[in-house]
């Protein structure tokens, strides 16, 4: 029997080196403010602070997401933009080595025409303490300088499944191309975009919306979309109460209230099948045209936070592209969000569909 072919995805969005730092609670102090859930980690100036490790990885949005759908058995490419540097080809090795095509890396040339002239590739520097939620200095560099000719619309030719991560800075601006080009070409169009991109790109972000078949938010990232989402939608049902036999969390911000249920079907009225919420421990939503369904965080123990959201947003894309439907789609997705956060690393943990499944469903 012939093997069926492989559905094709492209990743779009960061790619970055990543220095992470795990510090003990102990030794680094954590203050939390009594009238909010906000809290810092405190640095003394001048002193050296004794990590009980230093890894270096690469990472990013789109490399994050690229490596989870590779192994999820997908045929990948990354379309990412990088320096002329040894940065660079870090990344590069390492989307070689996850059978990851690099037929769609740009790179910022500091002798050419590229307006970027001599960016170099992005980097991270994480410090992870306490509840191991990473405090995070980012040189974006590289990744905020996508152009118009770097995503043309042949980068999207024959293309299954394109998912597009957080665009920074004026790559950000490319995000309505991006999208419209991949729907042209025929694919599946998964979007998760940061905060920053949805405050500051609000309009061409909501005119992008018929174009995008599955959204994927924080909790944050939806709270902060509220008051641009009412404007953009209506006053008239701000305050309405859940619906019966809906649940879920609502969304208040200075002044502006929705239940969950009411937000995801105002976004899915501007285009998309699918809106996902993701709220760490208390699990995720995921609405469809048959209502909203919640499913619980995986309990498992947390050595670091960074790449969940990568790790759910691009499991959960895969999944639907292949035909599960919701509770499915979004258990997988958990289970992979999970197997990352027990690992420091935005990639160590994730899973091939195998022992995916087996997890899930076994």
């Known amino acids: 029997m012939t093997a069926l072919p492989r559905l094709k995805a492209i990743t779009v969005g960061s790619a970055t080196v ?4 795990t510090v003990a609670s102990d030794d680094i102090e954590r203050m939390t403010l009594h009238n909010s859930t906000t809290s810092f980690l405190l640095l003394e100036p001048g002193r050296k602070v004794d990590a009980s490790s230093v890894i270096t990885q690469t990472g990013g949005g789109a490399v994050n997401a690229a490596v989870s759908l590779a192994r999820l058995g997908l045929d990948v490419s990354a ?11 870090k990344i590069i090795d390492r989307l070689s080595q996850e059978g990851i095509g690099t037929n769609l890396v740009r790179t910022c040339r500091g002798d050419g025409p590229d307006e970027a002239g001599g960016e170099t590739t992005a980097v991270s520097v994480m410090i992870a303490s306490h509840d191991r939620n990473a405090a995070i200095f980012t040189h974006r560099g590289a990744n905020g300088f996508l152009t118009e000719a770097d995503v043309a619309p042949q980068a999207f030719a024959g293309a299954d499944l394109v998912y597009v991560t957080n665009l920074s800075n004026d790559s950000a601006n490319r995000f309505p191309s991006i999208v419209s080009h991949a729907k042209a070409a025929g694919a599946f169009v998964a979007v998760n975009p940061g905060i920053r991109q949805l405050t500051r790109k609000t309009d061409p972000f909501f005119d992008s919306l018929r174009h995008v078949d599955l959204l994927v938010c924080n909790y944050e990232e939806a709270r902060a979309l509220v008051p641009a989402l009412v404007n953009r939608t209506g006053w008239e049902r701000q305050s309405a109460p859940l619906l019966e036999g809906e649940t879920g969390p609502c969304l208040e911000i200075e002044g502006f209230r929705l239940s969950l249920a009411d937000y995801t079907r105002r976004l899915m009225d501007l285009g998309p099948r699918y809106v996902a919420v993701t709220h760490g421990a208390n699990g995720s939503y995921l609405a469809d045209d048959t209502g909203l369904h919640h499913q619980s965080a995986i309990q498992t123990q947390v050595l670091g936070t960074v790449g969940a959201g990568d790790a ?9 592209v292949r035909g599960e439907d919701s509770p499915r789609a979004t258990l997988l997705a958990a289970h992979n969000a999970a197997s990352v ?6 990639q160590g943990g994730l899973m091939t569909l ?9």
């Open 79 to 89: 379309l990412v933009k990088l320096g002329e540097d040894h940065n660079a080809e």
């Open 18 to 21: 990543d220095i992470i730092a």
């Open 312 to 320: 759910f947003a691009s499991t959960l894309a895969a999944a639907l």
């Open 341 to 346: 956060v027990r690992h420091v690393d935005a």
């Open 354 to 362: 195998d022992a995916l499944k087996k997890a899930a469903f076994e």
